[in-house]
């Protein structure tokens, strides 16, 4: 109890001094008490712990609560800690489900919170382990192999240093994929996926939209030497040219090599273990029973037609995940562990402070109509999405929800336009 009230004492200082940024998870409107509920089940949800929910009302909500009412609340919406289990041929379907998908490629922690936060299972990660040596004893094996040599890292705090980064391994498939993270928090600031990462204008596009849902940018930007990043480093240093600190104007954006781009390269190999490994897997394999032919234009576009927005939305889930998860203390002092989206948004918890540049609006708008530019979201021309969605229209056929559903309109489509 005496953690709470520190930690409240110290969320008021927060409120009153500086003010926070949501996470993009969080309502920004105001709640009223029939809304309170909600919240804080969805909070419950994502996996944060009593402390840490509390925190979140009164920083972001203003709702004040102690732990006893918190505990009643969730009590009466039939939630708690240590409730029954789910029964096991839930979790168990659950699983198996996971394992079709790009689940097949994570550990047991991580499957935990995949079945806690999108089944809405109640179940401890023993049991999660036992089930996955039993249905998957071969990627059990595989990954127990692995051996991992990590680097010392430092950062200050919080929007010090932002690293970005693009994604090739889906490419040659046409998925390309670009993302950024938070030096200090580990927090996944972007991660998407369009026709192109190396358009300077769209990767533009994904740092300013992320500078407008934070309200600012970072000290400084780092990325490896390339010309899909002039944009970018153009406007941070637009954004940054009046700062007082040492890192203003040309100084806040740094190219480098990518080996010194660590925490981005780092992270690529756990966005591979827990989602496009599998991917990779799935597009092969439509390659080599003859579905898809990488010189074919038609069966390009038809395949980022089926599956970009499917994609998306489980890079969207992966960075999500990630950023409520806890990062297990390291023997690098300087690396904190803990959730990454409470370290990015409660710094003072870490005993540091948010570094981030406020960025006027006018500005942010200039930069935004001369060196932006958004993809369709289905990364594909104009005129296949007119195309396939007539055919679509005519044989009443609905988009997928799934890889194997994607796969079903993927084959559908190629052989309708072949008919014309």
């Not at 006893?68 to 919406?77: D, F, G, P, S, V």
């Not at 998860?325 to 562990?337: L, Q």
């Not at 979201?377 to 005519?394: K, R, W």
């Not at 044989?395 to 336009?417: C, G, M, N, S």
Request: with cysteine; charged share 30%; net charge neutral.
């Amino acid at each position: 109890m005496a953690v709470v009230v520190i930690l409240t004492v110290l969320a008021l200082n927060i409120w009153t001094t500086e003010g926070v940024r949501l996470p993009n998870y969080i309502p920004t409107l105001q709640v009223n008490p029939g809304e309170r509920n909600d919240i804080i089940e969805s909070y419950f949800r994502l996996g944060l712990d009593y402390t840490e929910i509390l925190l979140y009302l009164m920083l972001f909500h203003g709702i004040t609560l102690s732990l006893r009412q918190l505990k009643r609340i969730l009590k009466t919406k039939g939630l708690g800690r240590r409730r029954y289990p789910s029964d096991l041929r839930e979790v168990c379907q659950a699983v198996e489900e996971e394992l079709r998908g790009s689940g097949s490629n994570i550990g047991y922690r991580q499957m935990t919170q995949r079945l806690v936060n999108d089944y809405r299972l109640v179940v401890d990660r023993e049991t999660v382990r036992e089930l996955i040596k039993i249905l998957d004893p071969e990627g059990v094996e595989l990954r127990g192999r692995r051996s991992l040599k990590r680097r010392q890292y430092r950062n200050k705090g919080p929007n010090y240093l932002w690293h970005i980064d693009g994604y090739d391994k889906l490419k040659p498939f046409g998925f390309c994929i670009h993302g950024a993270i938070d030096g200090f928090s580990r927090r996944i600031l972007w991660l998407d996926v369009g026709s192109t990462n190396n358009d300077p204008s769209v990767i533009c596009q994904y740092y300013v939209d992320c500078v407008r849902q934070l309200g600012g940018t970072a000290r400084v930007i780092r990325a490896d030497l390339g010309t899909e990043n002039g944009d970018v480093a153009a406007v941070q240093r637009f954004f940054r040219r009046n700062a007082q600190d040492d890192w203003a104007g040309m100084n806040s954006f740094m190219y480098g090599k990518s080996v010194s781009n660590q925490r981005i390269e780092a992270w690529w190999s756990v966005l591979g273990k827990d989602c496009t490994k599998w991917w990779i897997d799935f597009f092969k394999d439509m390659r080599n029973v003859g579905l898809y032919c990488d010189d074919d234009y038609i069966e390009i576009e038809c395949l980022k037609f089926c599956f970009m927005n499917i994609l998306r939305d489980e890079l969207h889930r992966t960075a999500r995940l990630w950023n409520v998860h806890k990062i297990r203390p390291s023997t690098n002092v300087e690396s904190p562990s803990g959730r990454p989206d409470v370290l990015f948004f409660l710094p003072e918890v870490s005993d540091t402070r948010n570094y981030l540049t406020d960025v006027d609006l006018d500005e942010l708008e200039v930069a935004e109509e001369r060196c932006c530019k958004r993809t369709p979201q289905s990364g594909c021309c104009e005129e296949f999405v007119q195309l396939a969605g007539i055919i679509m229209e005519e044989k009443d056929l609905q988009f997928p929800r799934t890889a194997e559903e994607a796969a079903t309109l993927y084959v559908t489509l190629l052989e309708e336009i072949e008919k014309i």
